[in-house]
């Protein structure tokens, strides 16, 4: 695929006058398993602490406020830079970072799904979207880090009861932070780390004033990172174009009959690697299942199937390459979409039934 | 740090009601909310509380059972691995699937590199922030002035002279050791990239084998990183004996923070390549060749290594969490494959059926979680097992047992575990010794957590021998093919990095028609159940006596802190924990890395 549209008025986005301290606010409260922060910490293009010590020239000196990284307690201690912000009385600009799908609060009477703290004068849970609703609107810039809290992700999947969706589903596409901008997807369930850690530098240039509004596809990615599909950066891609295919998982060739979703799958992983160059997806034995998607995981399971596409662009392969990429593209624009009972509607359309007997044949 | 406090008076005691929610460097959602008592400098009680609901067993139903270890790997995001391992096995059970065995040598060097990763990160990143110069000067400034004035028994090994140089060395994001620490924990990730394509969520592992292609490269790139990460785990390991032994003698009565009754439960790791067919029929028996022996110990004794009966005494109890019960629903296994008849409150026979509600610390519901339990038979209601943190169990476990007999890890049958690690780079061939402490406590769980990093180093010296041998013989096939069965039930049993994990599973249609994890948190940090059993986290932090040296109006609950984190808590399998309600009295500000609100 080429890249995306950039996202409507991207244009007029006004350049950041240029802070000298910021704060992260990063909550991981949403329906996450922390992934992505710890995926954080392998980074080392650039390395977490060496954005944290000021050691990357010219980025803001930055506060990070992030509960696996906290060197408080906990409770008030972690919370209070939230609470100053959601007052307004924060010294600095802040970047609000969101872990985790957003769950649907309004579906579940006097209970909650997910939350983060109490309320001081009551006693009772803040949920996340409390902290969202009072955040997001005061944020300079809002990050979505990985795939649950871009899109929804796994626990957003059919039959789901806690009705959760992406952060832009529940904010709305047009939705702009106080820099201006729309919130920044960095899909990946996890994130690849060095694509968050080089993403947030970015907006941190750009926080300082030195770099031009984040360059985001139509769905909020940034288009250097997601631009180009896993088949295009694979080295096993040379086995496809020969119709050479693995047909179980002890083969080093091409996995698109084995559940690969490569071709029509927006990410980097195979040009990156893992870790600095190392790991992968299929580049290492590992198939595509679509993980920095809108349509994950729904549109790519069961997993270990050939795409419907898969089987039927390998056959025609060698006859015509121009239909098979017309053919992905509609395929592409299948995996870009969410499913349709991801929203903030106060009903749950997700098909849930906890008792077996209902389930069987979904 | 303490949000609220009120005074009540039972029995003529003041009791301060304090929070902590969130509960910092852990992974997930967690609350503990407790009644101290300042004038006895005593924790009188404590309630967890996980303010977090996904549903996993929900949304899995109907779905194609191998995408389980997919779907799973996402419940957990620094040991989503585990999962992913631990629904493998479940899975090869069901299809009927050996895998072979240099499938298994992977799956095991895999594993080994997690230990060695996340026990590093959490332990030298997360805890010892607890223990490093900022906290110490800021909770007990005498313990500091003592630190600075006590040599370091093994300063010749890892280079701080004294004890406080340790603690400086542990302050966050400046401290030599947490920065190092940081870099190893990279290394290890690079090591387990290698054999399972991505942290946290592998990319190649799969029923019946992984796609990880077995070239000499591979075991080779993860050899040539394990001696240099070996020269490290021989600095740390006597690092952290010279820091917690210190505590002992620093704080006298320090063994009390965090002690319960040895109540632990072990699941065993690292299958034997030759024993292990995932037959139910047969788990007896390569259970008990598993590299890290499964058991369950009763107040210092070894009740059980066999897993077959290790499965059948899980229990799953409400009693404070917020779901309805599922005694009339479909029981799916009555019995299992050898004829044992399987209780309706087993995970293969469990309906999860979520009612979200208020919190009601006060005798009502207040987790997410539920209270996994093992029943003993021994006259008393099913036990709230904990898993020390994992490495604990693992190693009280291994050592009992008296199994273990691998090159480079041996546990003769004294109370010991002994852990050998050849010679590296910067230091000469070593061998540690573990050994069964006195107690349970916070100090034992968090020592026992760097010895497990050097087992897991050792285990890894001997599975790529195994490894490489396979390769050179060119047995390189690392996948068996299989078919899905339309009726299959099958558990795997393994441990994630911080304790205990299971997944049972039963297929109908071919489809998943129940599947439930157990993983460690729900066990560590489950609330009272029905029978009124404390969680283990409720049970270790009441009673805790408290050595820190500010009053309640500037407490932080160091020691309190210090007791949840020795369990490595990870709340997106589950917990959060309550202290109780009560009125703000008063804003404390405390000093934070990088904030100043």
Partial sequence: MEAGRAFPGYEEIQPAPGFEEIHILWTSEGMSCDGDTVSITAAQLPRIEDVVNGNIPGLPKVHLHNKVLSPTLGGDEFLAPFFAAARGELDAPFIFVVEGSIPNEQINGDGYWTSMGNDPTTGEPLTLNWWIDQLAPKAWAVVAAGTCATYGGIHAMAGNPTGCMGLADYLGWEFRSAGGLPIVNVPGCPVQPDNFMETLTWVLYQAAGLAPVIPLDEHLRPQWLFGKTVHEGCDRAAYYEQADFAHDYNSPKCQVKIGCWGPVVNCNVTKRGWMDGLGGCPNVGGICIGCTMPGFPDRFMPFMDAPPGGSLSSMLLRPYGPFIRAMRGITNKGANREPRWRHNRPELTSGYEPRWGNTRGN | ?597
């Fill in chain 2, 1 to 597: 740090m303490a949000t609220t406090r009120e005074r009540i008076e039972p029995e003529q005691r003041n009791l301060v009601e304090m929070s902590w929610d969130p509960i910092t460097r852990i992974v997930g959602n967690l609350g503990i909310y407790t009644k101290i008592d300042f004038d006895n400098r005593e924790v009188v009680e404590c309630k967890a509380t996980s303010s977090l609901f996904r549903g996993y067993s929900v949304f899995m139903k109907g779905k194609d059972p191998r995408d389980a270890g997919f779907i799973t790997s996402r419940i957990c995001g620094i040991c989503g691995d585990n999962h992913t391992v631990c629904s493998v096995y479940a899975q090869n059970m069901a299809y009927g699937i050996r895998m072979t065995p240099l499938a298994e040598h992977i799956f095991n060097l895999g594993e080994a590199a997690e230990y060695m990763f996340d026990h590093t990160i959490f332990q030298d990143n997360l805890v010892f922030v607890d223990f490093c110069e900022q906290m110490v000067k800021d909770t007990n400034p005498s313990v500091l002035a003592k630190a600075e004035q006590a040599d370091a028994p093994h300063a010749d090994v890892h280079g701080y002279r004294t004890i406080a140089d340790i603690m400086r060395a542990c302050n966050p994001f400046t401290g030599e050791l947490y920065k190092e620490s940081l870099v190893q924990s990279r290394i290890t990730r690079e090591m387990f990239c290698l054999m399972e394509g991505r942290h946290v969520h592998p990319s190649t592992l799969y029923p019946g084998g992984t796609g990880t292609v077995a070239t000499p490269q591979v075991f080779t790139d993860y050899l040539s990183r394990l001696i240099h990460v070996a020269d490290f785990v021989k600095e740390v390991v006597p690092l952290n004996d010279d820091l917690f032994d210190f505590f002992y003698e620093a704080l006298p009565g320090y063994e009390e923070v965090g002690r319960r009754r040895v109540l632990l439960g072990c699941w065993g790791a690292f299958q034997d390549a030759q024993a292990c067919d995932y037959r139910y029929e047969h788990m007896t028996d390569w259970g008990r060749k598993m590299k890290v022996t499964p058991g369950v110990v009763v107040d210092g004794e070894l009740v059980t290594t066999d897993l077959v009966e290790i499965n059948l005494g899980m229990r799953i109890l409400l009693g404070s969490s917020y779901y309805d019960d599922w005694a009339g629903e479909e029981m799916f296994v009555p019995r299992d494959p050898l004829g044992n008849p399987v209780d309706r409150r087993h995970p293969w026979n469990q309906t999860t059926l979520p009612h979200p509600q208020k919190r009601d610390l006060q005798g009502g519901n207040y987790s997410w979680v539920m209270s996994p339990r093992w029943e003993a038979g021994r006259g008393e209601p099913p036990l709230a097992l904990d898993t020390g943190g994992g490495a604990f169990a693992r190693l009280y476990a291994t050592a009992l047992a008296g199994i273990v007999d691998e090159p480079f890890v041996k546990a003769p049958g004294d109370g010991t575990v002994q852990i050998h690690l050849p010679k590296t780079p910067g230091r000469a061939e070593q061998t540690l010794v573990w050994r069964i402490p006195q107690w349970s406590n916070a100090i034992e769980r968090d020592r026992a957590r760097a010895y497990f990093i050097a087992y897991g180093a050792a285990m890894a010296f001997g599975f790529v021998e195994k490894a490489l041998a396979e390769v050179r013989k060119g047995q390189t096939k690392t996948f068996t093919d299989f078919e899905v069965p339309d009726e299959a039930i099958g558990c795997g049993f393994h441990e994630a990095v911080r304790g205990v994990l299971s997944h049972h599973l039963v297929i109908r249609d071919k489809k998943i028609a129940n599947y439930h994890p157990y993983p460690p948190t729900p066990w560590n940090g489950s609330p009272t159940d029905s029978n009124g059993v404390l969680g283990p986290y409720e049970d270790a932090v009441k009673g805790t006596p408290i050595f820190e040296e500010n009053g309640p109006e500037s407490f932080r609950g160091v020691d309190i802190m210090r007791a949840v984190r020795s369990f490595d808590p990870c709340l997106p399998c589950g917990v959060h924990m309550y202290l109780g309600k009560g009125r703000t009295l008063k804003k404390v500000h405390q000093p934070m890395f990088g904030a100043v609100h």
